[in-house]
């Protein structure tokens, strides 16, 4: 018999254990570190017993400082390995883009040129050279050399969802249907209409990003916490506290 699913309002947190599940960041570090200082003083003033940060993946593309994203995530999880973070595509495509470096793929096309502007790389898109073998494979072997010791191992390290009590958290959602346990990582990474089209229940509240919309989308089945704050300056949390639920915003309108 399959699992009974829960609707969002019955769902509950651990006992004990306040989760933060941070939304697509694109090299916006400003609000990263924004939203990290507010999550600090909430638990300083509000402790709790335990506690977990979860970030929902795309750390890179389309903002200004994907090198600084990653350096902060790199120490956040050395100093507390309670900071939790999961792949997104755009994650996993900077990854393919340094293994073999496509002019076509998801990193130059959609936003990995500023991602490496923030390594000191330029690879912009320009009739000049774009899609040239040559200078793509020089460009691509100095970006290569630009990365700090870490970063590709710290990409490479990234799970493609975790779960507490009622709540399932990946980047872009599940495939209804199937077993949490049994989901292709692709469609932890990549789905989209199919799992937002479906309003039955899941096993567990689905917590994701992926598809931006302008503010928390809260539904029976999941919340979507991707406010595009690259371009609208509006990082967004969903903050699971036992049976209390709230979301957490943080603005900063200029990069």
């Keep these: 018999m399959a699992e009974p699913g829960i609707h969002f309002l019955d769902a509950h947190g651990p006992d004990g254990m306040r989760l933060y599940a941070i ?4 090299g916006r570090l400003d609000l990263l570190a924004a939203m990290h200082r507010r999550i600090e003083s909430e ?6 017993r335990d506690w977990r940060v979860i970030h929902l993946g ?6 200004p400082d994907s090198k600084g994203v990653i350096d902060f995530l790199i120490e956040a999880r050395e100093r507390d390995p309670r900071n939790l973070m999961l792949a997104g595509n755009h994650d996993i495509g900077f990854l393919d883009f340094l293994g073999t470096p496509d002019p076509e793929g998801l990193f130059m096309r959609y936003g990995g040129v500023q991602t490496a502007l923030s390594y000191g790389v330029s690879l912009a898109a320009d009739a000049s050279w774009f899609g040239k073998t040559e200078t793509l494979r020089r460009r691509h072997a100095a970006l290569l050399e630009a990365m700090p010791p870490g970063h590709v191992d710290f990409l490479r390290s990234l799970p493609f969802s975790v779960t507490f009590d009622d709540f399932f958290f990946c980047h ?8 949490l346990e049994k989901q292709n990582p ?3 990474i990549w789905i989209r209409d199919v799992f937002h089209d479906y309003t039955g229940l ?14 928390a989308e809260v539904m029976a089945n999941r919340v979507n916490v991707d406010t ?14 036992g049976a209390d639920k709230r979301i957490l915003e943080i603005t900063i309108r200029e990069a």
């Design 23 to 26: 939304g697509d960041v694109h």
């Design 43 to 48: 638990l300083q003033w509000e402790p709790v």
């Design 58 to 63: 795309d750390y890179v593309d389309r903002g």
């Design 172 to 179: 872009a959602g599940i495939r209804p249907g199937i077993p």
């Design 186 to 188: 692709q469609d932890l």
């Design 202 to 215: 899941f096993p567990k509240i689905v917590v994701h990003g992926h598809t931006p919309v302008p503010e």
């Design 228 to 241: 595009l704050a690259w371009q609208s300056g509006m990082l967004t949390a969903l903050v699971v506290d």
